[in-house]
């Protein structure tokens, strides 16, 4: 079935770096959008960054611009998050999620970052 | 885009009629999705062009809208309904969410 499971997270202090991983069954993660979407601990949705279907045009909000890095792996239908220079303000749960031109239709379960001292 | 949603939260009983507005800052045609988020769970998606239900999901939910207003109904509540809801625009980026509208038990 199609599915997609986060992995990585964990506590790290600030100014280190951390790199998340979803990986993908069910489907072939190249024919899609691919997104990262992050959720602070009791707070709402916030999108992160999306690597388009044809891995070019790489986009990400603009409080992580410079710091975090979205790629993929397609041998291994894999997407990644490395987050450089993290910040407390990063400390949330990470989704990694399938984009279409109208919504994102399947999430991961969550991956929690903690930056802290 | 801002997307403001309201109410940010409200209280209902099971097989009531609820209603949740979110207004975008600019026109976004129909480029909003809704997804549904119960504890501990992964954001549901449940309608996305503003007005069409996603596969699986219940009937009693309906959205409607366009331009900078819309509306997520859900109709005689069921106890698993009790969720907080957020509406998202796929018009531009940077993609947004609005803040969201918790759904309690009355």
């Known amino acids: ?117 | 885009i801002q997307l403001t949603q309201s109410p940010s939260s409200l209280s209902a009983s099971v097989r009531d009629r609820v209603t949740i507005t979110c207004r975008a800052s600019q026109d976004i045609s129909s480029f909003l999705a809704w997804y549904q988020q119960s504890p501990g769970k992964a954001p549901k998606l449940l309608i996305y062009g503003a007005s069409t239900l996603q596969t699986g999901v219940p009937s009693r939910f309906s959205g409607s809208g366009s331009g900078t207003d819309f509306t997520l109904t859900i109709n005689s509540l069921q106890p698993e309904d009790f969720a907080t809801y957020y509406c998202q625009q796929v018009n531009s980026y940077p993609l947004t969410f609005g803040g969201g509208s918790k759904v309690e038990i009355k």
């Not at chain 1, 894999?78 to 989704?95: F, G, K, V």
Request: aromatic share 8%; with cysteine; glycine share 10%.
């Open chain 1, 1 to 117: 079935q199609v599915q997609l499971v986060e992995s990585g997270g964990g506590v790290v202090q600030p100014g280190k770096s951390l790199r998340l991983s979803c990986a993908a069954s069910g489907f072939t993660l190249r024919t899609y959008d691919m997104h990262w979407v992050r959720q602070p601990p009791g707070k709402g949705l916030e999108w992160v960054a999306v690597i388009p279907y044809d891995g070019t045009n790489t986009k990400y909000t603009d409080s992580v611009m410079g710091r975090f890095a979205i790629s993929r792996d397609t041998t291994k239908n894999t997407m990644h998050l490395q987050m450089n220079s993290l910040r407390a303000e990063d400390t949330a749960i990470y989704y990694c999620a399938r984009g279409r031109p109208s919504d994102m239709d399947v999430w991961g379960q969550g991956t929690t970052v903690t930056v802290s001292s």
